[in-house]
Structures are given as structure tokens and as C-alpha cells.
């Protein structure tokens, strides 16, 4: 306990006294704070560096009202109004938006107060909120997607509201796994359409670097490994806006210090649910899973599990172009150039395969038997 | 509860679920599918070709029983025109060993095979219980795992046969799968999931055809065959598969009983799209030794509950040599640069070379397994042998970006 | 509690073999084979199943101290199959599955040896 010991000075500034350990350095709240600010700059270098002179980049920040994205949020605003004080370049500016977390977790977390503290906060900023099934509104095509991807399992009803459809939909989806894969990609495409309308060349996603390498090890595990790279790597994504991950270098227990010393984001922050105890293994979802995994070993192995994330940042975008792909998911129909594999010739036991792929095919509403 | 009608002939009782697609089969439907994919994999793959001399690599064990059991049944079937054989390495683990080469003997009856048995002491001079004797338990599956590769490999040469088949079923590759993506591993992600072990550095060919089977159909398959089989874990490697990749891939398995297919299906595209520049890393190095490192007969491909901590050591060590700027160095004193052909064509130019003392393929001057015999020879156990092997690749930059971010954080 | 007076035909004890194989045996005494006799009810009233089964293993065959090599969450060890007169226990309704007279349980371990 830092409190305890005798008063010590950063390692950094060698003048205030240290508050935080990080990377097994003594900081001051201040220069922790700049440290975690530049891991996250060096990140976005390019956009500043086209756009010091010519039009500005316009970039999206989705927040979940979680620890990293509102951590993610406090980096660029505070960097934003320090070089608008200062009359430097912005280089890129950002948007931000609020999928109303109410409308997405089952258990209808309240987060009123959190997002008033969020527009109190950031007073000049473009905040737009949204619901999870303005989906139908911003991706008018993703009804028909539903009723073909999840057959006879979900009958739309056009008199229901908005609201009524999407959890028709997603009632129709049987396993935790699955829900939560197909949630994700609905939320993916709502946020991408969000993008293209207000004008935003790319997206910033606040995942941690646990939280990359529990995306990327769940994402192999559901057949998804040709789609880490724009899951998890920086780059384009199949819809023509850039995802852009800059939390990748920090660690969640990290962005869980930078909160404790931001007093500002205790009041935005819906803290996350503590890992519920008595779950089976077999009734977690794929991704929960892999984020246990990743917590658990990240504390005996913080290497490796860092490791995973900057692995599949390596891997190359894939380059068939005009290759077919999936109409719910947008990745590629069968397998990436260069991957004689019969996995998929296996499972071509329907025709709905023509439409959606590997990943999307296993998370489809089960036939009856 | 009611018998469930197979999914297939609607007629026999269902006694299997299968993990990929949730069918219900019958005993008889179950053992016709599962061999009958086998076969569509061997056909889409071109894995042989008629009047090839096969020698399959038999421990006794579940799945290379299995392996050498639908291969006799399709061999026969499909009239491939096989010359088929069991090759058994025998590691010389009293106790161990024993019961495992009876098995192979009775199977070698019972498939009407030739069998080879090559031991450990002919081909080394050295038997696994004295290899133990001197180095302790701890680390003697290294040694293992080093001589059981070329062992197969030896073999088949002596036997003058090309092809060697082994019974790596879908959850060894998809356990290979994650240990890459664990290790950072991008030339063996790569490679690692193919069906035939590329081998531009040996002339011995090894394939793979039990490459898309589940794990628990094997195990059904041979429970609903009768198949004589023998089981148990090595002395030396108790619950070695204990807090593994083994335990997470079961774990997926159980909540969605398809993944480790799935898996199979993303390793094999990542593989595809795993920068040019870097697939041949290494590879002149490992190709013919690789295929699980520290994994022995009676695990097959499977991790061990420690490969964890090596990876992890490995990594830190890679960290500290980053920041020093100083290449890391292998025991052997060879510098380790990444094979970068400016096309990757390069690496593959590469030369084969032999062991200078025995004349086994390797990249190196000396063989691996010729390493492990000077330090066991010289009483000198745990020489040099990297165990987390494939980490010399890690991003260059880094340091670069390291050193910069120390600068501006010092600066501002 | 029990309900003695409404002991019918049904509520003789249940003999039924249990088998473990694949290196479960190992755990076992190194033997394949067991008979064990299971009460018509337990104290509850309710039949022997699965999980009854499990405990009962675990309670009076193992010689084994690691428990978790064939226990973890209260059920089987994933990747260790259960057969129920040879069909997979899935088609049986796994751990809720009551126990018959005469029936044979499979343990198979996927987890060793290959």
C-alpha cells in the first residue's frame, strides 16, 4: 500500500509524490496520467499528422458508459482542450455516441445520471444518444437480414415498435454465445451507419488491451479468425470507415487507475458488474469465457496475454476485393485466399450459406430437429 | 426418456450426438459418416496416391489406433492401392512403454500391418528411464519430444518409405491453434494447421488424416468399434495436461460443442493471411522437428500445464533484449534474425543442410536432437534448448516507439 | 423425509454397472469394472440420477485425491464422456438422467493418451 510507506517522490518528475505503480514505475497521478494519454496519442499520430493544415478528420468515439471507453473519452477531450487553449492544430476532431446501455443489457442498467454527467462534462461537445434499435432506422436492411438469417425462428411483426422487433429477434437466438455474438455485430453495423451519416472517416473502439486479446481468442473460437482484422487490428473495416483500437497498449487494471484518479469520471462510469460467481462454465458465452480466461491468466501472464492482441495485429487485411461476403457480418463467404480448408464444404448443409458465413452460420437460430 | 431414432436411417436408436452439427446417429450411420469424412477429407486433399508406401505413426493409443483402423477399412473400400504399415517408437519407459507396444502388436495381428518397433536406445543409446535418471523428471519431455520426431522420421527412412501419417485429430490442431496465437507465433500459425507438414527441409512427408476429426468421435468411434486400445498417462508427465489450452479448448467444447472445429476453420484462414514476409521464419529450423514441442507419445500434440510459464519467461526475456537493442542470442551462439525474404521465395531457396554428427536434416550445424546427446553424453543435462521457440519474431519497432515515448514523457 | 409407506415395486435398491476407461480407471483402483448398488430412493424421496451417481463415485470408489480430474462444477470434468447403455448421456438428459436397474455407465476419458 503506497499510503503506508514512506514519502516517495515520482520517478518521473522527481517532485511530487507517487501515487500509482504502473509497469513497475512510481508516478504521480499527473504523470500517470501523461503516460497513459501518450500510449493512447501515439496510437491516433497519424490523423494529427495529415491533418495539421488541410480539412480536419472527423472520427466517431462510441462510449458504453463502461471504465475504458470513458476513459478513452477523458484522454481525447482533455488533449482537445488543451491545444484549443493553446491554439494548436486539433489535427482530428470527434464525435461521440451513446448506445443507451438500457437498450442493450437485459437487466435495464439506469444510466440517466451517467450520461447527464457526460453532456455536463464535455459541455461543447457533438453527444448523441441513441437506441440500440434505432438499428432498424440506420440500417433499414438489417430487417430483411433478420427474418432470412433467423428463418422461422423470428416472424417479423411490422405493427411492433422498434424496440418489440429487435427483442423478438434477439429472443429468437438460443445460446448466451450466440446472442452475444450476434449482439455485437448489430451493434458493430448500427455504429458503423452512425459513422457514415454524421460524417466520420473512422471509428474509435475503447477495448483495453485484455479486452482485444479476450475479443481476439473468442473470436477464433466461433470461426471468426478472418475477421480479427478489423475486430481487433487497426485498419479498414469491410464497410469503408477505419476502426481504430487506441486503448490497445494499456491493460484494463490500468484504465481502472486512470479512473480512480479522474474524480470527474466517477459520475459518468457505470462500474462493471462484478463477474457473477456461480455460473457454470457451460452456461458462460464464448466471450465471457475468454475474458475470464484472459483475466485469470493475465495475472499470472501478463506477456502472453498482451501478446495475443499484437499477434493478430500483424495478420494482413485479406485482399480478395470483390469477394462475396456475408450480409449480416460482412466477412468473407468461405475461406480467405490461400486457405484450401474443407472446414466449410462440411457445413454447406443448407442453402442459407450462400448468404452468411462460417461465424454467422454458427450463431444461427437452431433448426428444429 | 423416449430412444431418440437416428438422424440418418430414422430407424436405429441414436446413441451419439454428433459436436458439429448436433445430429443424432446411430451406432451403424455413425461409424459409416465418420469414416466417410475421413475419406472426403483424404480425397479433397490428394493425401496419397496409389501403390504409396504409408507408414502410420502407432503408439497404442486412441487415436493412432483409430487412424490405422479406418485406413485399413478404406484402404479396402476405396481401393486406394495402399502399402500400409505401423511404425512404433519405443522411448524405453519401463512399465510404460510395455503395455502400450503390446497393444501395437496385437493391432498389428488385427489390421494384418507389418510393424516396425525402433527404440530409443538403438537409435540414441539412451533409453527414456535413464534419460530421466540423469536429468530428473522436469524437463525430460523436451528430450522426449525431440527424439520421437526424428524417430518417426528414421523409421520411415530406414523403411524406406516417404509418408508418414499421424493421428493429430481437430482438437490437437485447434489447441495448436491457440498455443500460436498464445506464443505470437506467426510462422507456425502459419503452418500449423495444413494437413501435410510442409517439408522442404526432409524428404519425410506427415499428413495429418484425422486432421478434421473430433476428439470425442474418436474416442466414440473407437468405443463403438471394439477398437483395441491402450491408455495411460506417461509416469514421467503426470496430469500433464492440467491447466493447459488442453482444459480451455474443453471448456469451449462444452459450451458450444462445434468450436473446435471452428478453431480448425480460423487457424486455417489466419493461416492464410499471415504476412508473406514472415511464414518462412524459423521454418528451416523447426519444419520436420516441430509439430508440438515438449508434447510426447502418450499426449500427442497436447501442451503441457508449464508451456505457459516458458512462454511467458520467453516473452519478458524478448522484452528486456528489445530494450537493450542487443539481438537475442540462442544458447547455441547462433544469432536469431528472422528468415525475411524480400518475397519469402528466399527462405524457401534455402539449402538443406545435415547434422554434422548424424546426418539428419537440420538448419542448424548440429541437430537438435545431437544437442540434447552432447549435454546427456557430457553429464551435463539442460544444455541449451529454447523451450519457447518461435519468439524471435516479436515487432522490431517497438523499442523504437519505446524509447520515444521515455523521450517525450520526459520532455513535455 | 422418505416416505416409507409409499414404498412400491419400483423401490428395490439398484444394482447397475459402472465402467471407466480412456485412463479414468486410473483413478479407480485400475479398475475397468465396478458393480455398485444404488438406493431405490434417496432421502428426499427422490430416485438416484447422474449427479447422485457422481457423488457416490466420488464418496466410496475413488482412490484417487484428485477429485478434479473427473469432478469440476459439481458435474463430470469436461472432456470426459459419459455413456449410458452406450448412448451418449446428451440423448439421456446427462446428470438428471434417474438411474435404472441393470443399466451400465460409461466413463471414458478423451483427456489421456493418443
Redesign the interface.
Known sequence: MPAKEPKKSCM?CNDAEFELTVRKRQLCSL?FR??IA??VQ?RLSVYRAFGLDGPKHQLLLPVSLGVSSSVLMHILNSDRQNRLSNGRPLGYDFKILVIEPSTIAATGVPFDQNYEALQKNLPMHDITRIPFHSIFDYVPEVNDIMQEYAGSKFIDNSTQSNEERLAAFRASIS?P?SRTDVDNILLTRLVVEFAKKSGCESVMWGDSDSRLAAK??A????????S??WQVSDGMSPWGVRFEYPLRDLFKAELLQYESVCAELSDIVIPDQPPSENVL??N???DE?MLR?VQN?GA?????MA??A???N?????TSDNAPTCSLCASLLG?????????????A?DNHSSQFC??CM?SRP?KL? | ?A??AC?NCKEA?????RP?????LC?ACFISIFET?VH??II??NLFFPGERVAIGA?G????TVLAAVLKTLNERYNYGLDLCLLSIDEGIRGYRDDSLETVKRNAVQYEMPLDILGYSELYGWTMDQVVEQVGKKGNCTYCGVFRRQALDRGAARLGIKHVVT?HNA??VAET??MN??????PR?SRG?SIVTSSDASDIKRSKPLK?AY??E???YA??RQLD?????CIYSP?A?RGSA???I???????P??I???????????????VE?RGAGKSKQSAEEESAGGC??????TSGGE??A??EQ??QN?EAESLETEIKLPNGSRVKPNRGPTGKAVKAQTIKHCERCNYISSQRICKACTLLDGLNRNRPKTAIEVGVGMEDE?SSSTL?RQ??RA???A? | MANTSNAGQGDFPIPITVEF???LE?LFGNERKHKVVLPARLEDGSKPNISYLLKYLVDNLMKDQ?ID?FIMEDNV???I?V?IN???W????EET?ELQQGDNI?F???????
Open positions: 518521473e504523470c501523461r503516460f501518450h500510449k501515439s445460446t454465445t481476439a481468442l473470436g477464433v473460437a466461433k470461426g471468426r479468425g478472418a480479427l482484422t462454465t457451460k458462460l458465452s464464448i469465457l480466461y491468466q499470472k501472464y501478463p506477456g502472453v501478446n495475443v499484437r499477434t493478430a500483424k495478420l494482413n487485411p485479406s475461406n480467405v485466399e490461400g486457405n484450401s480448408g474443407v472446414t466449410v464444404a462440411n457445413q448443409e462460417y461465424g454458427r437452431e430437429c | 426418456m430412444p431418440t438422424f436408436r441414436a446413441v451419439i450426438i458439429k452439427n448436433r445430429h443424432k451406432r469424412e472426403e477429407t479433397g486433399t503408439s493409443g486412441k487415436d493412432s493421428g482438437d490437437d491453434v491457440m496465437l498464445l506464443r505470437g507465433d506467426l500459425l494447421t478434421y476428439e470425442k474418436i474416442v466414440l468405443h463403438h486400445y491402450f491408455t495411460t498417462e496430469e495436461f488442453r482444459t480451455l474443453k471448456d469451449l467444447e462444452k459450451i458450444r462445434s468450436s472445429l471452428d478453431i480448425v476453420k480460423s487457424g486455417e484462414d489466419m493461416a492464410a493471411l499471415v504476412p514472415v507419445g502418450s499426449q500427442n500434440g497436447r505457459m510459464a512462454m511467458e516473452l519478458a522484452d515487432e516507439m520515444m515515448e517525450q514523457l520526459s513535455t | 476407461t480412456g485412463g486410473l484428485r480430474m470434468r469436461p472432456g464422456l455413456l452406450d448412448a451418449d446428451e440423448l439421456e438428459g438422467y460409461v471414458v476419458s478423451t483427456l489421456h493418451g493418443g
